[in-house]
């Protein structure tokens, strides 16, 4: 396969994960703050911590000059200056798809492009105008549209390993930062850590990775930090969990190479197979005694090194070093 | 809108549907009683079908009017135009005659210039043709062929008579369209397609790769092929990729290339891998910032070297453009006898060349009533219809001309042909012409039919898209009606 093309499904499965969890992330504060009517209504408070996820915060205070809900909803979702924002990840991964046209099925494009299409358009405005909430569902739905399209229509050869790389990758990413919202939602003054708003958080953010039901199954009693958080970690067959999705990549990338699970052959599977078995034996416990933010920093740091090992290793094309091919000859 | 075709004009031109008004054709006749069964509602309901499928697919091309380039749909016109057996046989036969020829002078003019040397041509002409490549002189093609695709524009005059308007011996485009519209039809309106027995167009792509595997260098049996494309950014994006995913080859852009010891190579994630031909849809400029333009960043350095050492072949070859330059055009017919003995089936247009003293004054004198063309342009560009130009702008040609009399050719206005199209609600004649799509390869074929393009501007002549144009499904019929 092309090393271009090898890079463009590799994007393309990593837009298309931005745009949902982008939706998943607004959807859920959207529900947070409908939730908890603090009577003073500071959108400063509320709103201020998505871009604290997003690590958007600069870019923003570019273009707006305080934060309100709208104007974080607008930034995040339709705002074409900014480059993480739904729309750009969707016109982006289109970009991509675009270009590797005749390697994606027509179903797969026709997904893609229509929900471009659907988000460039009045319709959506509308929709987005009367029900924010039910934009962002509609957001979710097209992208599972695509991974379920794509499953079933492109062959499981190695161009879809990279769209899984690719999907997986931004998915831990995306898990972590949600979680990590957490983080930087202040509780209201008087609320206790394990109160109910603390705990009505803590739903929210199961809801955001539509895991609180499965998460119900486990756990019917208080909805508690440790629980939550260790469900979204490391649950081993949950998809949305950090935990599921790191294994989710370290098949892909042993599936591109065909070295088997209990060894390594590239650099990018030697650093994911590591973060794979840290989340494999590590308890909630030593997670909390680290801090919780410090560790999710630390997965998205590793998820960096990780992506840049992959494509050295099959995407940054070099040239045979002819001198030394030479020089080896004559010894 | 009344009953289809009730109040339908054809105002003295030669109408593809109606030999006078109300009388259609006798290979019309069904699809007119197929029409006239259909309410409004059922039509629109059609048209939006059709129009919602190509957005849908990505069935666009770009428009650069701002800088941005906007993406549109190729405007897709529901009436067929139906061609019956034995007009395109005739059509046939002239196009093969006259691909026979641009090849044979293709030949001779890099080789031996036999065709200047016993004075059929000008030597001026082909020296001064702006893509003439005297640096591949006496370099050998494999096969022989120069112009493997070919698309010769046909438009039909007053009288019906089928003309050859130019020739597109370079990258020509459209056959997706072509392709594309055919699948919309048959989703459209399944029963009329199953009343007529229409000659399948399908087998271009298949045909497309079988030619690029034959004229790879050396006879190698399992030759590699891919399409290099521009990229996404090109107007002709879709048709690159549509072709390259029919084919089932690789589409790449310069950058996916490499030359290393004079064999070309892609990048691949498993290491370089061998090309052997390139259909490429650059033009020749753009191929290799070592041999042509420095600034290209499309190209691949080296590339034409590789090609000059036989290591890979090129989809056309390079320097076929002095074969669509439109002044070689004037002097097509006489090839066609000078190297095969034969009156040329299709006719051109007449032509006057304002390099001639004697065709440049009646040029000059009758600029009102002449299309005038510059030798190297398309796209409708370039280009002045005197009876709908103002005065200025005769001058300014007049003055175009005087200054460089071998880049102009001066040709009277034809009435093209019409055929009804949907417009602004009502049925109306509007102008159409024909591009055939003619493979070179081992043998010669032709896609039946082609594209139909069709002026959708009420009087227009001009029937590029990015002039308003858009297109009809072209039906090649197996019997008479």
């Known amino acids: ?331 | 809108m009344g009953a289809f075709f009730s109040d339908y004009k054809t105002d003295g031109f030669y109408d593809e549907m109606f030999s006078a008004p109300g009388v259609p054709r006798p290979h019309y006749v069904k699809l007119m009683e197929r029409f006239q069964a259909m309410g409004p509602e059922d039509f629109e309901r059609k048209r939006s079908l059709a129009a919602s499928t190509f957005l849908n697919q990505g069935i666009t091309f770009t428009v650069y009017s701002d800088n941005q380039g906007t993406e549109r749909i190729f405007p897709f016109d529901l009436i067929p135009r139906i061609i019956p057996r034995h007009e395109w046989e005739h059509v046939e036969r002239g196009l093969i005659q006259r691909i026979t020829a641009l090849n044979l002078f293709l030949h001779d003019i890099y080789h031996d210039q036999r065709i200047i040397k016993e004075k059929v041509i000008p030597e001026e002409v082909v020296r001064t043709a702006a893509h003439f490549r005297p640096e591949f002189m006496g370099f050998n093609v494999p096969k022989d062929i120069y112009v493997h695709i070919c698309g010769s524009d046909l438009i039909r005059d007053n009288d019906g008579n089928y003309l050859v308007l130019e020739d597109n011996g370079r990258c020509p485009s459209g056959v997706s369209y072509l392709l594309e519209n055919r699948q919309v039809m048959k989703r459209v309106f399944p029963q009329l397609f199953g009343r007529y027995r229409v000659r399948p167009v399908e087998s271009y792509s298949h045909e497309l790769v079988n030619l690029l595997r034959y004229v790879a260098p050396g006879g190698n049996s399992d030759p590699t092929v891919v399409l290099l494309t521009p990229g996404i950014y090109n107007s002709a994006y879709f048709e690159h990729s549509f072709l390259a995913r029919s084919m089932g080859v690789e589409i790449v852009v310069g950058q996916d290339l490499m030359v290393k010891d004079d064999f070309v190579y892609m990048k691949t994630t498993r290491g370089l891998k061998r090309v052997d031909v390139i259909y490429r849809r650059i033009d020749d400029d753009f191929l290799d910032p070592l041999v042509f333009r420095k600034d290209s960043m499309l190209g691949v350095p080296g590339l034409v070297n590789a090609y000059r050492k036989g290591n890979v072949n090129l989809a056309n070859a390079i320097g076929t453009g002095v074969a669509d330059d439109k002044v070689t055009y004037y002097f097509v017919p006489k090839m066609i006898k000078f190297y095969l003995g034969e009156e040329p089936i299709l006719p051109n247009v007449p032509t006057y060349l304002s390099m001639f003293e004697e065709d440049r004054k009646y040029m000059l004198d009758h600029i009102h009533e002449l299309v005038i063309k510059s030798a190297n342009e398309s796209g409708g560009y370039g280009m002045l219809i005197g009876p709908h130009a103002t005065k200025e702008d005769h001058e300014k040609f007049r003055k175009a001309i005087l200054e460089n009399p071998r880049n102009y050719v001066g040709q009277p206005v034809v009435n093209l042909s019409r055929a009804p199209a949907y417009c602004d609600g009502a049925i109306e004649g509007r102008h159409i012409d024909l591009r055939p799509y003619i493979l070179y390869g081992e043998k010669i074929t032709i896609v039946p039919g082609g594209l139909t393009r069709v002026a959708l501007k009420k009087g227009s002549l001009v029937v590029n898209s990015s002039q308003g144009g858009g297109s009809k499904e072209t039906w090649v019929l197996d019997d008479e009606d």
Request: charge should be negative; aromatic fraction near 10%; proline fraction near 2%.
């Open chain 1, 1 to 331: 396969m092309l090393s271009r093309v090898a890079e463009s499904l590799y994007w393309l499965g990593r837009y298309i994960e931005r745009a949902e969890n982008n939706s998943r992330i607004l959807d859920v504060n959207l529900q947070l703050t409908l939730d908890m009517d603090h009577g003073d209504h500071d959108e400063r408070r509320d709103w201020q911590p998505i871009l604290a996820t997003l690590e958007d915060q600069t870019l923003f205070n570019k273009h707006y000059p305080v934060i309100t809900a709208d104007g974080v909803c607008e930034f995040v979702t339709f705002a074409k200056e900014n480059p993480h924002s739904i729309i750009s990840a969707v016109a982006r991964a289109r970009e991509n798809a675009r270009t590797v046209r005749e390697y994606i099925s027509s179903e797969m494009w026709e997904r893609i492009n229509s929900l471009y299409l659907w988000l460039n358009s009045v319709a959506a405005r509308q929709l987005f105008a009367a029900s924010a909430i039910d934009f962002y569902r509609q957001v979710v739905d097209y992208s599972h549209q695509f991974h379920g399209t794509t499953d079933a229509t492109l062959t499981h050869g190695e161009g879809w390993n990279f769209l899984q790389f690719g999907k997986f990758l931004e998915r831990t990413d995306s898990v972590s930062r949600i979680l990590d919202l957490k983080y930087h939602i202040l509780l209201p003054s008087g609320e206790k850590v394990g109160g109910n708003v603390d705990a009505l958080q803590w739903i929210a953010v199961l809801k955001s990775c539509s895991a609180f039901e499965a998460y119900r199954k486990l756990h019917t009693g208080n909805v508690t930090p440790a629980s939550v958080a260790e469900f979204i970690i490391l649950h081993d067959s949950f998809p949305r969990s950090i935990r599921f999705c790191v294994s989710g990549l370290v098949q892909a990338l042993h599936a591109l190479s065909g070295c088997d699970l209990a060894h390594f052959s590239n650099e990018a599977e030697r650093l994911a197979g590591r973060l794979c078995m840290d989340l494999n034996y590590v308890t909630i416990n030593d997670i909390f005694q680290t801090g919780m933010h410090q560790y999710l920093d630390r997965i998205q740091l590793r998820l960096i090194e990780i992506s840049s090992a992959m494509y050295k290793d099959y995407c940054e094309w070099l040239e045979p070093d002819e001198a030394a091919a030479t020089q080896e000859q004559r010894q």
